[in-house]
Nanobody
Framework: DVQLVESGGGSVQAGGSLRLSCDAS????????MAWFRQAPGKERGGVAV???????TYADSVKGRFTASRDNTKNTLYLQMSNLNPEDTAMYYC???????????????????WGQGTQVTVS
């Protein structure tokens, strides 16, 4: 079974940093593009960092220069390093995977594959 398990969320003060991790099953990681999305209370789920078919990541404007996504293929793990956090970053963060051919950037509609259960990030 495909499994995505996020971790690393927590509470942090504004200006602080967190690193999220997403552990993926070997099948998912080797054959799919990966992404981070987030959803704040009362808001729609939106893309934060998505992997394109060429292995590069596209970022939402609101996180550019502050967040960095990366993957470690030896550990089947996707990361999201978040720095200079602000209260607007408070949300549930989700890891997603999709066939690279189906990916349409940050558009949620292009990510209909697999999702994790999420990890909460709270910035005060």
């Amino acid at each position: 079974d495909v499994q995505l398990v996020e971790s690393g969320g927590g509470s942090v003060q504004a200006g602080g940093s967190l690193r999220l991790s997403c552990d993926a099953s070997k099948y998912t990681f080797n054959k799919h593009c990966m992404a981070w999305f987030r959803q704040a209370p009362g808001k729609e789920r939106g893309g934060v960092a998505v992997e394109e078919g060429d292995g590069t990541f596209t970022y939402a404007d609101s996180v550019k220069g502050r967040f960095t996504a990366s993957r470690d293929n030896t550990k089947n793990t996707l990361y999201l390093q978040m720095s200079n956090l602000n209260p607007e970053d408070t949300a549930m963060y989700y890891c997603a995977s999709e066939r690279c051919a189906a990916v349409t950037g940050l558009d949620l509609l292009g990510w209909q594959g697999y999702w994790g259960q999420g990890t909460q990030v709270t910035v005060s």
